[in-house]
């Protein structure tokens, strides 16, 4: 293997990762704008006024 094959393939390698961080990237705020429309509905706020919590242990029964 010469030199010139070895950093042929870091290039490549170093493209495949830029592209897989561009992806993550994009997808990342892509999800960040979904969670700001969902903040701005009323059913997020619904449950936060309920009062409701995952742990209060209605889910199993109050042992």
Request: aromatic share 10%.
């Amino acid at each position: 293997m010469t030199t010139t094959q070895l950093t042929m393939i870091l290039i490549a390698v170093a493209v495949i990762f830029t592209i897989f961080i561009l992806i993550a990237i994009i997808k990342m705020y892509k999800l960040k704008a979904e969670n700001k429309k969902l903040m701005q509905t009323n059913a997020f706020t619904d449950y936060e006024e309920s009062g409701e919590e995952l742990s209060s242990g209605h889910l199993y029964g109050d042992h």
